[in-house]
């Protein structure tokens, strides 16, 4: 997959703060993931990644998208997302599918 960055003149593009974490993604919003998802915001961060609010440009529907912080957590991860796809209730999300992005989950 293929990553577009804004354009660094481009004056409503986020920065993210200089004491970013350098394990974290910091995707800006307008970033453009595998010619699909435009990142829209960030939701937030946790122990093990951070989620972003992004529109699939194929489908049309706005979804969230979790990146890990540590690529060693992926088989963690991988369990969340079988167990989570059993979930089937209308107040928690829908788990789809799980990806590599520039060989990060």
């Known amino acids: 997959m293929t990553v577009q960055q804004p354009s660094a003149d481009d004056p409503t593009a986020f920065r993210p703060p200089a004491a970013a974490s350098p394990a974290a993604r910091q995707l800006t919003p307008g970033t453009i ?3 699909r998802y435009r990142i829209v915001s960030l939701i937030g961060k ?3 990644g951070e989620v ?16 890990l912080a540590h690529h060693g957590d992926s088989a963690r991860l991988y369990e969340e997302v079988r167990i989570g796809r ?14 590599e992005v520039d060989a990060q989950l």
């Open 86 to 99: 059993q979930v089937s209730h209308p107040n928690v999300c829908r788990l789809y599918d799980i990806a």
């Open 52 to 67: 972003y609010r992004a529109d699939d440009l194929k489908l049309g529907q706005s979804v969230a998208l979790k990146f």
């Open 46 to 48: 946790g122990g093990m």
């Open 33 to 35: 993931l595998g010619e």
